[in-house]
């Protein structure tokens, strides 16, 4: 009896993880698509700014949009990478923008954001 209670116990508590790491995984994609809606507008803006007839000031204005786009992706980005770690390339290359310029991440956010808004989205 007792070892039936226990078996009892233990196939609850797996059951409660299995629930809590699936909810938190739901959560960390929706933080992801939530960053990538700001990473979607900052490269709106770059591409933008990369159009002929456009004055250094306007190309400068819009660029500097499109890392303030950017930037406002950074905490659903943290989030998404606190509730699993899988979203930490996310993070870490929206946080290079500030070192790295934004027309050389384009192709690795692009990426990243197609895997955060597609049907299975799994690093």
């Given amino acids: ?9 233990v196939t609850s508590l797996l059951g409660a993880a299995i629930l ?6 739901g ?7 939530t960053s990538c809606q700001f990473v979607h507008r900052a490269l ?3 591409a933008k700014s990369d159009q002929a007839g456009l ?4 190309r400068a204005t ?7 786009e950017l930037l406002k992706a950074t905490p659903s980005a ?3 990478t606190s509730s699993d770690g899988s979203w930490n390339p996310l ?3 929206i946080s290079e923008a500030e070192r790295v310029p934004l027309v050389n991440l384009i192709p690795a956010l692009t990426r990243l954001c197609q895997v955060a808004d597609s049907s299975s989205p799994y690093l």
């Fill in 1 to 9: 009896m007792a070892r039936l209670r226990r078996l009892r116990v």
């Fill in 20 to 25: 809590f790491s699936a909810c938190g995984t």
């Fill in 27 to 33: 959560s960390a994609v929706a933080q992801a698509r």
């Fill in 44 to 46: 709106a803006l770059q």
């Fill in 55 to 58: 004055s250094a000031d306007e």
């Fill in 62 to 68: 819009l660029r500097g949009r499109a890392m303030s």
């Fill in 78 to 80: 943290a989030a998404a």
């Fill in 91 to 93: 993070m870490t290359t």
